[in-house]
């Protein structure tokens, strides 16, 4: 191929394939060839060519090309401790309620690794806060094993009972939709890493932009208290998102999600999307679940890598953790893994499988699982001893029977709370009312200042003449004031009051019927001025003392679902942060059904 033919030639490969503990500048041909199939033709391979920065792309062959392939993860114990207690809690699972539908993660037990992997690697390079929205496939195994999820609890929830304590007035979510916050240690980590596990709607994919807007809005209020001036979005929180293969492919909010990401008033600094492919939807085999050859083909419109690998081998998939973290955490960008796996039972475990795919589930009851392949693979290299692993099995079940019994006495604990929610209190039988008006001077005021700019922006003469003008006569004459109006008094008395305000939507800035003009574009610049985000005095800005809130006015992009479900996110991680979103017309709403009633 290309000329090149002498295995033995030696070739000087300085810029054209990264150096790596086994290939020096001047190399053979044959050990470049070795080299390179060893780093794209095993169990974990790339797509990376389809983006568009050739900045990027290098830096991407680079990193893969100069890893070191051969020497195993010194995690290993970890891994195998994970692998060991999925598989485990699935078949226990099995056999003391063979009739719940759970979901199991068996056939992918190595999502687990990929994970506790991901967040691991995270912490080293700084990150405090883990974002991740679980599937329903596997979310109970994950919760027990990784998440430390009190076992009596989850068991309390999977024999029909609630996940909240006795006096809660909430009732529960469905068992597969059970989420709770977990702190996870690291022997060689001096911080702990804390891990908000959100709900997830089956399918629908809705968590994706959900957990977008909650790690957005959690990292920048964590910069906002260490008021660090080098940060950079996506220093201290990562989210991560978990998908199947045929929703992933097959749902539009993905498509929005992964378009959105991007854009300055939603990007979050990168999401690691896993994609659990076990080749298989419901009943529906991938060749009528997508036309694409992959099920991550999607994100490739947006410039996202992809990593492809392979499931039954834990330490790769490892090594596809710690690749996606450095590029995420390099770029501060998207990036898919795409594990292929596969799965044990049916599409829950009283579904019967062979009814439709019976020659795929003759070829998976004949496999070994993949824990027990990965553990045979450590005891005959020597790394861990049949009485180690047996060991941790053991202690595990035991600790499974012991939850089992003492379940139907449990009492939940409340999940934990973040840190703005925590500041308020649960209301009681008869809730405070307050008061929420104004002064007369307040609200004048705050409408000047809502039409105020500097002498350096230049407002166009038709807004200065019907918007501006106008709506300084009202307020002098005290009546007629139109909702434009009335809405710019009610967020500027709130910014003033300290909070937070973001009013999302498509072409929110002006206005649909160019009525509202919350920011004003210079004729000459095209910069952009919000005049409610200036309402502190002169003396307040130089002196960094205002206790103003911020005004961000977000002009979305055009969709509705994945807008709307960042927007709760948004809201959900912070009580203090007004989220507005905005139809552009009434039936717009309809798109966003399923963030409304998920």
């Avoid at 045979?376 to 020597?382: E, H, K, T, V």
């Avoid at 861990?384 to 941790?392: L, Q």
Wanted: some cysteine; proline content about 4%; hydrophobic content about 35%.
């Amino acid at each position: 191929m290309y000329g090149l033919t002498e295995k033995s030639k030696t070739y000087n490969i300085k810029g054209i394939i990264a150096p790596s503990n086994e290939l020096t500048t001047e190399s053979s041909l044959s050990s470049i060839i070795a080299n390179l199939e060893k780093t794209y033709c095993n169990n974990i391979s790339y797509e990376f060519e389809h983006i568009t920065s050739t900045a990027t792309r290098r830096w991407f062959a680079k990193f893969v090309e100069s890893l070191d392939v051969h020497t195993p993860s010194p995690r290993f114990e970890r891994f195998h401790e994970l692998l060991a207690k999925v598989e485990d809690f699935d078949l226990f699972m099995q056999k003391k309620l063979p009739n719940v539908k759970r979901y199991g993660l068996e056939g992918s037990e190595s999502m687990a690794v990929l994970l506790d992997q991901i967040i691991y690697e995270g912490a080293q390079l700084g990150i405090s806060e883990v974002v991740t929205g679980l599937t329903h496939r596997g979310r109970m195994s994950l919760l027990a094993a990784l998440f430390e999820y009190p076992k009596d609890e989850l068991l309390r929830k999977l024999h029909g009972g609630s996940e909240f304590p006795d006096d809660s007035p909430y009732t529960g979510d469905i068992l597969v939709d059970l989420a709770k916050s977990a702190t996870l240690h690291y022997p060689d980590i001096q911080t702990p890493i804390n891990v908000d596990v959100l709900w997830n709607a089956c399918h629908l994919e809705s968590g994706t932009p959900v957990g977008m807007g909650k790690s957005r809005t959690k990292d920048l209020n964590i910069a906002r208290r260490k008021r660090d001036p080098n940060y950079v979005i996506g220093d201290n929180v990562l989210a991560v998102s978990l998908h199947g293969d045929s929703s992933f492919a097959g749902q539009g909010v993905i498509a929005e999600s992964l378009s959105m990401a991007g854009l300055s008033h939603f990007n979050n600094g990168g999401t690691i999307h896993i994609v659990n492919n076990n080749q298989i939807g419901y009943t529906t085999p991938a060749s009528h679940t997508r036309t694409t050859r992959y099920a991550s083909d999607i994100a490739k419109f947006a410039d996202i890598p992809i990593i492809h690998v392979n499931g039954e081998h834990p330490e790769e998939v490892a090594r596809a953790a710690h690749i996606a973290v450095a590029y995420r955490q390099k770029f501060r960008k998207d990036i898919v893994i795409d594990t292929w796996t596969f799965r044990k039972r049916g599409h829950n475990e009283i579904d019967e499988p062979s009814f439709t795919q019976p020659q795929m589930y003759s070829t998976i009851r004949a496999r070994k699982s993949i824990p027990a392949q990965f553990e045979d693979s450590l005891i005959a290299s020597g790394r861990i001893t049949r009485e180690k692993a047996e060991a941790v099995r053991r202690d595990w079940r035991n600790s499974l029977n012991m939850a089992f019994i003492s379940s139907a006495a449990c009492n939940p604990t409340e999940p934990e709370k973040s840190p703005g929610w925590k500041l308020l209190a649960r209301s009681g039988t008869h809730p405070i009312e307050k008061s929420t008006g104004v002064d007369e001077a307040t609200l004048y005021q705050v409408g000047v200042d809502s039409v105020a700019h500097d002498d350096s922006i230049k407002v166009h003469s038709r807004i200065d003449r019907f918007h501006i003008k106008p709506r300084l006569k009202r307020l002098q004459d005290g009546h007629g004031i139109d909702w434009a109006t009335a809405e710019a008094l009610a967020i500027g008395t709130l910014l003033k009051e300290g909070y937070n305000v973001r009013l999302s939507g498509q072409d929110v800035g002006r206005g649909t019927f160019s009525q509202r003009h919350a920011m004003f574009v210079c004729q000459e610049t095209e910069k952009v001025y919000v005049p409610l985000n200036h309402m502190a005095t002169d003396q307040q800005e130089l002196c960094g003392s205002s206790s103003y809130g911020n005004f961000e006015v977000v002009n979305s992009n055009l969709c509705e679902e994945a807008v709307v479900g960042f927007e709760y996110g948004v809201s959900a991680e912070d009580p203090f942060t007004l989220a507005i979103w905005e139809a552009q017309f009434g039936d717009f709403y309809n798109n966003s059904q399923s963030i409304v009633d998920g």
